[in-house]
């Protein structure tokens, strides 16, 4: 079992910053990947960006790259979520995920554990 905590949503106005953390605990030690995934009012959940957990590897969305950068934080079980100019249709319930098998990472079905969410809100 792995618990993942997500924190650091809130509101900001469009073009501001917000970095989102993912604490992770229990059994990291089979994880593969760690996956951020958004979800809209009445849309699906979509993949964000993703990291390799015990080696480099980083993967974002196209409409993600550029704007969002992933990270681990070394020495700690912890995957951060930079995000930077924030635009209103970034407003979404943020979850981080994780994989503990190799393969696809970009569907949320593929995942085998998944944090509470932190909302995220951002104004015009």
């Known amino acids: 079992q792995v618990q993942l905590v997500e ?11 917000l970095k989102l953390s993912c604490a992770a605990s229990g059994d990291t030690l089979n994880t593969y990947f760690i996956g951020w995934f958004r979800q ?8 964000v960006a993703g990291i390799l957990w ?12 550029g704007r969002f950068i992933i ?3 070394n020495g700690q079980n912890r995957v951060d979520l930079q995000m930077n100019d924030l635009h209103p249709e970034d407003t979404a319930v943020y979850y981080c995920a ?11 079905a593929d995942y085998h554990y998944w944090g ?3 909302r995220v809100t951002v104004s015009a």
């Open 98 to 108: 994780s994989k503990q098998t190799l393969g696809r990472v970009i569907t949320s």
């Open 116 to 118: 509470q969410g932190t």
């Open 54 to 65: 015990s080696a480099p590897g980083t993967h974002y969305a196209d409409s993600m790259k």
């Open 71 to 73: 990270s681990k934080v």
């Open 7 to 17: 924190s650091g949503g809130g509101m900001v106005p469009a073009g501001g910053s």
């Open 40 to 47: 809209a009012p009445g849309k699906e959940r979509e993949f």
